[in-house]
């Protein structure tokens, strides 16, 4: 125990030297600061086993602090704007930087709301908001990133008042006074934002570069009229999507709407029945909820969410964001253009064109489907039953159907033949490299063959046989040179297999000449 | 047809001018003793020969279109593999034939130093022929980097690495090989300098002195060689070393057209792959060439400090120890020096042989799939490897019993038990080794037959 | 008896150095034939059509009036006649294989090693060549650009 107590006595007198040497180097500009009675309580407060609330991370971070930063703290627990050991040691266990932390102490709003011992649950800002019962948005740590806090707007910002005053105060006449109606009719929180997002010359000071029409596409969207027309108050405003405390730029991957993220934060409400409940598409039927679960295995979903590729289109590429609306059937099509632009051109010359309008079909949906949109494959030209193209053709196509399936098999075999081409290409090409034959003109082949392909393949949106052929046309001419390079490099070897066989042989005579040569010799030498 | 009679023609000609006369006499009545012991032994220094013949051919023909050079290196080389007529063959060609005759050379070596050709009077030509193999090293070492490809590139940083290590002047030594802090476009000049033009002069200086020496003394008769008759060296033999090399051709044109990139050893191919870039990260699988592995793997089997140095310092200490001892065998050897039989020191070549067999083995991961990534592996790389070499021991051991009426295993048997211990119980190389060597010094010592060279060994 | 077996051991003995000849000239051939394959330089590579003038060539055409451009490995000289015409020849002198050069104050070709003289059309007019400059066709597009036909016109 006594050598217990006596390292306790070095380490409290090691840190004893440390500070003062801390406070030595601040005092050259400042005066030295003694912290006062009530503080260096908090700072030594034990919890009721007897351990330091405040922890050694969290004291030493506190002596390196300048000294008008620590009179802060000073001040705010003499205020008793602090007023618990734990408030304090969630304070110092943020480390904000210097600037940050005045801004904080000055906030009398911030310091009393995260004060346990003046707030209940719903309005205690802290550090782990499950642990005090709090709503996940009363998260002290998200609010100081929030990027309003971080452009100096704070608190009173939206929820009016003074922060160096006392905590009464008025709401801004747009707030409804009562939390209940705050809540279950959100209806305010739109044009609640747009006064100062939907002023451009506000907006200019702190983003010139942020559009300001948000709230204008908001009131033209779905999402917008339900909730302003009545119909629905669960229908998504702007903290629906962005989040209430800790809202990011839409740029920053922490954000809620990062383009990575925004299939999950859709996904949210609409892969939730309970939430979609009530909610009827354009023909009276209930609004699906697997979109999200579709979107994660389509080829954009996979591309965005799987590779990270950040140009895949998520939700809001189609729907787009504050005017957001399901594409109508005639215009799915036109979105997928803005990107699939060469196969829409296609398409719009094929004679597909006509008979999907009237028939009122969507156009890329119909074959490539669309939230669960796959990545395409050659078998989706095959003409067996329960195929792609056999089963549309059949029902509707009439007695052209024969004919277009011959072309459709045409399409595919042509298309197949290639693809299996540069393959197997590429195998011949290895067994012919090992036996250290030159394939360079084989592999620049086979560059041209891959670009034909893919071309071919593009190519079938036209869905003309005539235009198809022209296009596969220098693939189909490829295959054959290569195949003729490939026989040229088999010619090679087997005349250099050839050329090593006479040598061999005509090395094997005179090998074989010598040696009689020499045993006549000697037994010539023998003899005499 | 008498020698001495004036001639007229060409040789008349020049007989006069330059008697040749004496020499045609000299060789004439030169010979080379057969009959003790397989007279095979005797044709390898002539392989070599042919193999190094070859080398400065096609390396003479290589030169004609390859161009040193950043941009330029490894683009020749491939320009040669793939476009020129031919190129493909006299590139497989130079290949096989630098590994045929660093081969052919270290059975040479081997069979000199177990038959001790090395006693006097021929110390000269042991000591020019380990100069060239030293040279033959080089040669493999150099050329290896000038097709500037990713593997000769990892290979060449690993392998002038090691020249830090040497006391003193190793900085120094390093930037004067890499021709700057790391291996660049300079090495490569500074290798294809020594390839083409150091290297080989220093090589015709080494061997004209070996070949001079030979002619000279003719071929080391067999240690009890009183007995051997003797075969002419012209026609008889010379001719015989013509078939062999006529033999080594065919078979050398039959390695490049139908493996023109190697027998896919480790150490032993040399598919071009893609060209070097100093900046991509190194990746697991490279080697040195066969020859050098051994060196590779005693390096791995350091730790990073020993004694106080570096554990690469170590090594090479140790291996330049080995190596110098090796060069001075003719000198240490008394007993062969009187003309007696030494089993102590053909103990000591065979020794050599397991040591050599193990360390390359087990540099060559065999036993395992693809190269071992953690200890469990590596051990069974040093199980298997160790298995082989024990079992190539006792085949050896039993014919040196059983034909050769050897009596005298002391050394052979500390080599055997070191890999044995190493490879199978899985203790560690370096202490065994250092235990191994202790006990058998001891041995050797209290024995009383370090200092008598085991001259009271049965004599066979 | 002793003689006929020594007829026939000399015809076998003839028999085997003419084979050990046939075998050494044969070994030879297959060594020397790949070997002077390999030495054998490949047809330099190239476009085989007209070949188009670089900006930098015919600027030096335009400034000098005459310029030496390298078509499938060989060398042209391309000129500007008196008549403004831009004409080619092969510029390799048909005497040493100097390149030759235009004089334009001259309207002559002129190979500076042995002062070999040549009219416009390639035609020798004094000094050692032996043969007349093979001719080659130049055009002048409207744009200024100069094209050469690798064909002798």
């Known amino acids: ?528 | 047809m008498s020698a001495t009679a004036p001639r007229s023609g060409l040789f008349g000609w020049l007989d006069e001018r330059y008697g040749i006369s004496p020499l045609i006499e000299f060789l004439r009545h030169k010979e080379v003793p057969i009959g003790a012991h397989p007279m095979v032994w005797y044709y390898l220094g002539g392989m070599t020969l042919f193999f190094f013949v070859v080398q400065i051919i096609t390396g003479v023909l290589l030169l004609m279109y390859y161009q040193p050079g950043e941009a330029t290196s490894y683009e020749s080389i491939r320009y040669i593999a793939t476009k020129v007529p031919f190129g493909w063959l006299i590139r497989a060609i130079h290949c096989w034939s630098a590994h045929l005759m660093i081969m052919s050379l270290v059975v040479h070596m081997f069979s000199t130093m177990l038959l001790k050709a090395y006693r006097p009077p021929r110390e000269l030509t042991w000591l020019t022929g380990f100069g060239l193999f030293g040279i033959a090293l080089g040669f493999g070492f150099s050329g290896y980097l000038l097709p500037w490809n990713e593997l000769s590139y990892f290979a060449t940083a690993v392998g002038t690495d090691s020249v830090k290590s040497v006391p003193v002047i190793g900085h120094w030594l390093l930037l004067v090989m890499r021709g700057g802090e790391d291996v660049s476009i300079n090495t490569l000049y500074r290798f294809f300098a020594g390839h083409v033009v150091i290297l080989p002069l220093i090589c015709a200086g080494l061997i004209s002195v070996h070949l001079l020496v030979i002619q000279r003394q003719g071929m080391a008769p067999p240690i009890h060689g009183e007995t051997a008759r003797g075969m002419p060296f012209f026609p008889n033999f010379a001719l015989r070393d013509l078939l062999l090399w006529l033999v080594c051709l065919t078979t050398l044109a039959m390695l490049a057209v139908l493996l023109p990139y190697g027998p896919g050893l480790p150490g032993m191919e040399w598919e071009l792959g893609s060209k070097a870039n100093p900046l991509a990260p190194a990746y697991p699988g490279i080697k040195p060439e066969w020859y050098f592995l051994w060196i590779y793997q005693l390096l791995k089997e350091f730790p990073a400090h020993l004694l106080g140095m570096e554990g690469p310092e170590v090594c090479l200490l140790v291996v330049s120890l080995l190596m110098g001892v090796w060069a001075v065998i003719p000198w240490l050897d008394r007993t062969a020096q009187r003309g007696r039989h030494s089993p102590g020191f053909t103990d000591l070549g065979f020794a050599v042989i397991y040591f050599l067999t193990f360390l390359t083995l087990k540099a060559a991961d065999l036993g395992v799939a693809e190269t071992p990534t953690n200890d469990a592996e590596t051990a069974v790389v040093a199980t298997f490897c160790a298995y082989i070499t024990l079992g190539v021991a006792v085949v050896a051991t039993l014919t040196r019993v059983l034909v050769y009426h050897h009596r005298w295993f002391v050394l052979s048997a500390a080599a055997l038990a070191h890999i044995a211990l190493h490879g199978l119980l899985g203790w560690s190389y370096l202490t065994v080794g250092a235990v191994v060597a202790v006990v058998t010094a001891v041995v050797l010592v209290a024995s009383g037959q370090l200092r008598t060279g085991a001259e009271a060994g049965v004599e066979s | 008896m002793e003689s006929s077996t020594d007829a026939a051991k000399h015809t076998r003995r003839s028999f085997l150095d003419l084979v050990l000849g046939i075998g050494a000239t044969g070994w030879l051939a297959s060594v020397l034939y790949p070997v002077i394959r390999y030495l054998t330089p490949l047809p330099s590579a190239g476009p085989s059509g007209p070949v188009k003038l670089s900006a930098d060539q015919v600027k030096t055409l335009d400034k000098e009036r005459f310029v030496i451009v390298p078509v499938q490995g060989k060398r042209i000289l391309v000129f500007q006649d008196p008549a403004q015409n831009v004409r080619a020849l092969d510029a390799r002198c048909t005497h040493e294989g100097c390149t030759v050069q235009f004089v334009p104050g001259e309207s002559v070709i002129w190979c500076a090693c042995h002062n070999g003289r040549f009219d416009l059309d390639g035609r020798v007019l004094s000094g050692p060549p032996p043969r007349p400059l093979s001719q080659y066709l130049a055009r002048q597009d409207a744009e200024g650009g100069v094209t050469v036909t690798p064909q002798t016109a």
């Open chain 1, 1 to 528: 125990m006594r050598t217990r107590q006596l390292l306790m006595a070095i380490l409290a007198a090691s840190i004893l030297i440390s500070s003062s040497w801390s406070q030595a180097e601040t005092t050259d500009s400042e005066q030295p600061f003694t912290a006062p009675e009530g503080l260096q309580k908090l700072l030594s407060s034990v919890d009721d086993k007897g351990a330091a609330v405040i922890g050694e991370e969290g004291k030493a971070y506190f002596e390196g602090l300048p000294s008008h930063a620590k009179r802060l703290f000073g001040e705010a627990v003499a205020n008793e704007y602090i007023g618990a050991a734990t408030q304090l040691r969630d304070l110092l266990s943020l480390e904000l930087n210097t600037s940050k932390l005045e801004a904080v102490l000055t906030n009398n709003c911030l310091l009393c709301h995260s004060n346990p011992a003046y707030q209940d649950s719903p309005t205690l800002f802290s550090l782990d908001p499950a642990a005090v019962k709090s709503p996940p948005y009363m998260d002290l740590k998200l609010l100081l990133n929030d990027v309003h806090m971080r452009h100096k707007l704070a608190c009173a910002g939206c929820h009016g008042g003074d922060p160096t005053g006392n905590m009464a105060h008025e709401h801004p006449a747009e707030w409804p006074a009562d939390h209940d109606e705050r809540v279950a009719d959100p209806k305010w929180v739109p044009q609640f934002c747009g006064r100062c997002h939907s002023d451009t010359k506000l907006m200019g000071q702190f983003n010139p570069s942020l559009p300001t029409d948000q709230l204008d596409k908001y009131k033209s969207s779905h999402h917008g009229r339900a909730l302003l027309e009545g119909r629905n108050p669960r229908a998504a405003q702007c903290v629906s999507c962005h989040g209430v405390h800790g809202i990011q730029a839409a740029n920053s991957p922490a954000s809620s709407v990062y383009s990575k993220r925004i299939p999950a934060t859709c996904g949210k409400c609409h892969g939730d029945p309970k939430v979609m409940a009530g909610v009827k598409v354009r023909d009276g039927s209930p609004i699906p909820t697997d979109q999200y679960e579709q979107y994660k295995t389509s080829v954009h979903g996979k591309a965005l969410l799987e590779r990270g590729d950040v140009g895949a289109p998520a939700c809001n590429d189609c729907h787009g964001n504050h005017a957001a609306a399901p594409a109508e059937v005639s215009s799915v099509a036109q979105i997928c253009r803005t990107c699939h632009a060469r196969n829409g051109a296609l398409f719009d010359g094929s004679r597909h064109k006509e008979s999907f309008e009237e028939n009122g079909w969507p156009e890329c949906e119909r074959c490539h489907g669309n939230h669960a949109i796959s990545k395409t494959s050659d078998a989706m030209l095959e003409t067996s039953k329960g195929s792609l193209c056999a089963d549309c053709h059949d029902k509707y196509a009439g007695e052209k159907a024969a004919t277009c399936k011959a072309t459709a098999a045409h399409f595919h075999d042509t298309i197949v033949g290639m693809a299996e081409a540069t393959v197997d290409f590429k195998e011949i090409t290895l067994d012919l490299a090992e036996r250290g034959l030159d394939i360079e003109p084989i592999d620049d082949e086979r560059r041209n063959l891959d670009d034909a392909l893919k071309q071919s393949r593009s190519q079938i949106h036209s869905f003309d046989r005539s235009d198809f052929d022209e296009v596969a046309k220098p693939g189909i001419e490829t295959m054959d040179k290569m195949e003729s390079l490939v026989e040229a490099a088999e010619q090679d070897y087997g005349q250099r297999r050839n050329g090593l066989l006479v040598a061999a042989g005509i090395l094997a005579l005179l090998s074989l000449t010598l040696w009689l040569k020499i045993r006549a010799m000697e037994r010539d030498q023998r003899k005499s």
